[in-house]
């Protein structure tokens, strides 16, 4: 397994504004993901943030709402842009490894836009 | 459009029973599945993986998959009131360039009455 840092663990932010969330692993991982969970939803995979490239974002979610970062193999950062309410969610990092193996997620970052 | 589908619930049951929560896949080509616990407010939790078809048993949990029938359940035994939760089914692989991340079920909220 490993240690998943996030922060921050909760904000509320003013509408127009960005956030950055960061995730941060105490071992080298292969994979990083960001998801977001929505109130009383299950959930939903953003992007998988790619090591040294640009991120690759799911059907439904762009780069300029969500830019990605991953410099190395132990941290990645999301940001929440041009927030609005509909953005008020929970935002997941998961980390895996290359193959057929589970994946662990951060404590969560609980966002309310306001 | 790759689904993951899990009767939402609530499943209510007494203290000591046997809990049954179901989950089935929509692509033939999934090759690892897992059961995560989320407790209201907190991140998801591994609790079990399962490659093969068959059971696994770890403690009071069993998994089950049914690959021909695209089926994973899981068994939790002598039910406590601490397992009281929301029970997240998740499938990884097979879902073309975004191998490796997880697609998760809706979860189906999980109620053991004392």
């Known amino acids: 397994s490993a240690v998943i840092s996030q922060k921050p663990s909760r904000d509320i932010c003013q509408r127009g504004t960005s956030l950055t969330i960061q995730c941060q692993v105490d071992?080298?991982?292969?994979?990083m993901f960001w998801y977001r969970q929505q109130p009383g939803q299950s959930l939903t995979l953003i992007a998988t943030?790619?090591?040294?490239?640009?991120?690759?974002?799911e059907s439904g979610f762009v780069i300029d709402k969500f830019p990605i970062s991953r410099p190395n193999l132990t941290f990645s950062t999301l940001t929440v842009s041009n927030m609005s309410p509909e953005d008020s969610s929970i935002y997941l990092c998961?980390?895996?490894?290359?193959?057929?193996?589970?994946?662990?997620f951060g404590q969560g970052t609980r966002l309310t836009v306001v | 459009q790759k689904e993951v589908e899990q009767n939402s619930g609530p499943l209510s049951v007494p203290e000591g029973a046997i809990a049954s929560l179901n989950c089935t896949y929509s692509d033939r080509g999934s090759q690892s599945f897992f059961w995560y616990r989320q407790y209201s407010g907190k991140s998801p939790e591994l609790i079990m993986f399962i490659y093969s078809n068959g059971d696994k048993e770890d403690g009071r949990f069993t998994a089950q998959l049914n690959k021909a029938s695209q089926y994973v359940s899981l068994l939790i035994r002598d039910s406590q009131p601490s397992d009281s939760a929301t029970y997240l089914c998740?499938?990884?692989?097979?879902?073309?360039?975004?191998?490796?991340?997880?697609?998760f079920g809706k979860g189906t909220k999980l109620s053991v009455k004392p």
């Open positions: 071992s080298q991982v292969t994979m």
């Open positions: 943030a790619n090591q040294g490239s640009e991120a690759t974002y």
């Open positions: 998961s980390v895996s490894w290359q193959g057929n193996t589970e994946a662990f």
């Open positions: 998740a499938v990884k692989g097979g879902y073309g360039g975004s191998q490796g991340n997880l697609i």
